[in-house]
């Protein structure tokens, strides 16, 4: 059965998220919104030869640089070992209160188990915020996919990260500045509590050495006004993604002295926390 997608016009030709994006990435958006593939949450697997011919293009020299240009620039993530994207302005265009009304709400919560693992908490959170704050759907999100939920199908009790510092969550200081005569946070320290935490689940079993020059591009481009267009974890999502495929670089000037910079302001973060 055919079904109709709607797109928010304002809110996608005049959006200022839309500024210096080239018709080839408008038009790929517009298909993300719309296509065949789509479902409830905007996430959901895509077959990129299929994708490439109903564009009208090439797979490999078209449809799928332009794919990896949209998530360098955080309007989508993709998965490419089970060819899942998530398109960060699905809600948008589309009614997150709706897809958790009583006629859609178990088909929204299944569509969500079946994302890449990596993704649940990073799509949960994202859904939550969108929801109005004094509603009860905050609360049923949660629920349905908190800690203690996922315990019940074999998350472990502790994480690996690549720094040997146990972190209390309860008492870190999250408004660290790396040099105490700046004015400004350093980039790092503009993370909420929220943020950091799910960086820590993200790095987990990512090589100490790598994990920095990660942390040290994600601080490079929150230093840098409207270059994340999304959210910094979403950005950072990418990023990681990308390394997963074996395609970051790092482009910090100094790589390795912005990674240990990077380093040290989250160690410091969690050393000042188990003060």
Request: aromatic share 10%; hydrophobic share 35%; charged share 20%.
């Amino acid at each position: 059965m055919s079904r109709q997608r709607t797109i928010n016009d304002s809110a996608f030709w005049r959006s200022p998220k839309m500024a210096g994006r080239t018709q080839e990435d408008r038009s790929t958006l517009t298909y993300l919104l719309t296509c065949p593939f789509s479902n409830i949450i905007g996430a959901y697997q895509i077959v990129p030869r299929i994708a490439a011919s109903e564009m009208g293009w090439d797979t490999e020299s078209q449809f799928m640089p332009i794919l990896r240009r949209l998530q360098d620039a955080g309007f989508i993530e993709y998965e490419p070992e089970q060819s899942y994207v998530w398109v960060h302005i699905w809600w948008d265009h589309n009614s997150p209160r709706m897809a958790l009304g009583p006629t859609l709400r178990q088909k929204t919560f299944n569509q969500i188990r079946e994302l890449p693992e990596q993704w649940r908490t990073l799509y949960t959170d994202d859904l939550i915020q969108r929801l109005p704050e004094n509603g009860e759907l905050r609360g049923l999100v949660s629920n349905a996919f908190s800690p203690s939920s996922a315990a019940d199908e074999g998350s472990p009790d502790r994480l690996s990260i690549p720094y040997p510092y146990p972190i209390d969550r309860g008492r870190v200081n999250y408004n660290y500045n790396y040099n105490p005569t700046t004015p400004e946070p350093e980039p790092l320290g503009q993370l909420s509590t929220g943020e950091r935490e799910q960086i820590t689940v993200l790095l987990r079993n990512t090589p100490d050495q790598e994990a920095r020059f990660l942390l040290a591009e994600l601080s490079k481009a929150m230093a840098r006004p409207g270059h994340i267009t999304q959210s910094p974890i979403q950005y950072f999502h990418g990023l990681l993604q990308r390394h997963r495929s074996g395609d970051f670089v790092p482009t910090t000037q100094g790589a390795k002295t912005a990674a240990t910079l990077a380093r040290s302001q989250l160690k410091a973060m969690v050393v000042s926390g188990r003060r």
